[in-house]
């Protein structure tokens, strides 16, 4: 079984930039489909944005903020947030889909967005 541990979070200013890594125990098939989602304080959790073999996919909240990409030598993921608005201010999750359907999450690191 896979873990996943994500990093990278922390207190910015709006404006400013974070990395996010997630970084997986094991391989992670270039078919698995992996994601950040994030999930505000009293809110639902939500789809960020995603990267399969072949796409990216995001949401229209973070376009043309956000990159998510993977090294698949060091079983990572990242999502570089750039522009940073307090409403980004959430825990943020990674999450792996496999081929077969299996999802496994991350414990969240968090991103504060605050002057």
């Known amino acids: 079984q896979v873990q996943l541990v994500e990093s990278g979070g922390g207190l910015v200013q709006p404006g400013g930039s974070l990395r996010l890594s997630c970084a997986a125990s094991?391989?992670?098939?270039?078919?698995?489909?992996m994601d950040w989602y994030r999930q505000a304080l009293g809110k639902q959790r939500e789809l960020v944005a995603s990267i399969t073999a072949t796409s990216t996919h995001y949401a229209d909240f973070v376009k043309g903020r956000f990159t998510i990409s993977r090294d698949s030598a060091k079983n990572t993921v990242y999502l570089q947030m750039n522009s940073l608005q307090s409403e980004d201010t959430a825990v943020y999750y990674c999450r792996r889909t496999t081929i077969g359907g299996l999802t496994y999450w991350g414990q969240g690191t968090p991103v504060t967005v605050s002057s």
């Open positions: 094991g391989t992670i098939s270039r078919v698995d489909a």
